[in-house]
């Protein structure tokens, strides 16, 4: 009776002065409950398993990955999506069951678990007993042993998670979603689920999916008939204005949740639907403790995945044949270690943070290598940033570089809802552009120069080849100063108005306190740690202009 205590639910260990309205399950059910609910064993945890003898009564559930018929064997390599390595099986050429052994067919094999001459594998699968599943057309099957381009995968979303290489950047998503859950739980933030259909335009660039109801087959002829929500609404584009609500309630907040952008891009960098980290933290006054716990975050991400099983698996490389193969499309495992070793490293200062105007200042001096000549106007283009990643970031080892925090941007450039900073640096002379002065600038200004405040406290961070994966700033907590800002960009809000940000606004009425956040693209940064160079091949069916497949 002790031992089943365990499985008794805490709040039944004690029990109330009157008896419960419904009979309670004995220790007994429950424990057997708890025993019949544990999983089979996968094809990782066989490969792992070494036993010294032979094991009988083996089960192994799978896909057939490759048959290879012998004079009087079947050689089968079964999958199960737990690892990229496939387990082999030995089937007598005669056994009933053998002829349904087809490449892409659902099976489950019976037999003893034995030492192997594979020189890949300690022990296999001796089969004694094969079952069809389900069964598979092999001269059909879409995913084939050959090598297949990423561009056709991506036109069989539905499949392409099969492919071995696939399932582990897959499992690599999944177990960085639980280390991130970890680090934050640690750090005593609350996960929330924002809302995903918004009233408004978060970012304010306009490139956004609209909501309308309406049957599957036919969509509201026109805009106006469409009042199931009584307005125009969006799939939201960032959640970080939900998560500052919820951050004067609960504390520290974050959040992992699908976002949406209708830009017309067609790069390796770009989806319609993407996945964002954000968090926003209240009672904070300065912006490097939000770098910080980017920072902590990542690294602690990064040494906490490294040993994980979908990384080491992706880092892993077979001898080159003559034949391209999958792992060809992935970065130099070189590189990945590289990325991976630039995260993970502790040095007794924090990584590298170099203001907007600093940054522009050091482009200029090498302003010969740039398409796009720097100006403090101009903004930091892609062959900047990757410039500054590496320079910046540079450790000392070849090749090894940590991220870069850029802080500080012109306010002209970025998001109406971003503190301005108390006392901006005035860039030099060389670092201005001669254009008109924009919203923010001060009409008595010479010309070529900018008044102090007009940078704002925010940041991106850099890595090398990716350039931006996050970025985050101070949030405008004083109500005149965000109505203010609202106003010079022309965005409507006010006691005598009905903007879809009037709710927003609220928040700095009634107990508004100083707080930043940032957000982070979740996709970008699996795409750089497991070297994958297109960041629709993170993601388990990606949707971009002009595909939605399935």
Known sequence: MTTLRKFWPSALRSRPSRPFPFPLPSPVSQAKRYQSSKSQRTVAEYLDWRPSTEAADVVVNGYVRSVRTMKSDIFVHVG??????????????????????????AIRLR??????????????????????????????YPIQKKYQTPDYLRSIPHLRSRTPLNTAILRLRSDAVATLTQFFASRNFTQTHPPIITSSDCEGAGEVFTVSAGSAETAPKNKAEDTFFRGPKYLTVSTQLHLEALAQSLGNVWTLSPTFRAEKSDTSRHMSE?????????????????????EDMLRHLATNLYTSRPAVELRERHNRGKSRTA????????????????MMQTPASKWPRITYTDAIDLLQT???????KPTWDGGLHSEH?????????????????????????????KAFYMRTTATSPLPSS?????????????????????????????????????CEIAG???????????????????????????????????????????????????????????????????????????????
Not at 274 to 293: G, N, R, T
Not at 327 to 342: Q, T
Not at 438 to 461: E, I, K, N
């Open 80 to 105: 199960d999506g737990s690892t990229r390595k496939p387990l082999q099986a030995l089937v007598p050429k005669q056994m009933a069951g053998g002829s349904g052994l087809r490449v892409g067919a």
């Open 111 to 140: 037999g003893s678990w034995v030492p192997s001459s594979h020189a890949d594998q300690s022990h296999e699968l001796k089969v004694s007993d094969v079952d069809i599943l389900g069964p598979s057309d092999a001269s059909t």
């Open 274 to 294: 993407f996945y964002m980290l954000e968090a926003e933290m209240p009672f904070v006054e300065q912006m490097d403790d939000v770098l910080d716990l980017v």
């Open 327 to 342: 792992e060809d499309d992935l970065v130099s495992v070189d590189e990945v270690d590289r990325r991976w070793a630039g």
């Open 366 to 372: 090498e302003a010969h290598r740039f398409e796009h």
């Open 385 to 413: 940033e990757k410039f500054l990643a590496k320079t910046v970031g540079a450790t000392g080892e070849q090749g090894i570089y940590r991220p870069v925090f850029v802080t500080h941007y012109p306010r002209d450039m």
């Open 430 to 466: 060389s670092s201005t552009s001669t254009a008109p002065q924009t919203a923010g600038s001060g009409d008595d200004c010479p010309s070529g120069t900018r008044q102090l405040g007009t940078t704002v406290d925010c940041f991106d961070l850099l890595v090398p080849d990716l």
């Open 472 to 550: 985050g700033s101070m949030r405008e907590h004083r109500l005149a100063h965000l109505q203010e800002a609202m106003a010079t960009r022309g965005m409507t809000s006010g006691n005598n108005s009905r903007s879809n940000l009037d709710w927003y606004v609220d928040l700095r009425r009634w107990g508004s306190c100083p707080h930043g956040g940032f957000g982070l693209g979740f996709d970008r940064l699996l795409s750089y740690l497991a070297g994958v160079q297109n960041v629709r091949d993170v993601v388990a069916f990606p949707r971009w202009f002009g595909r939605c497949d399935c």
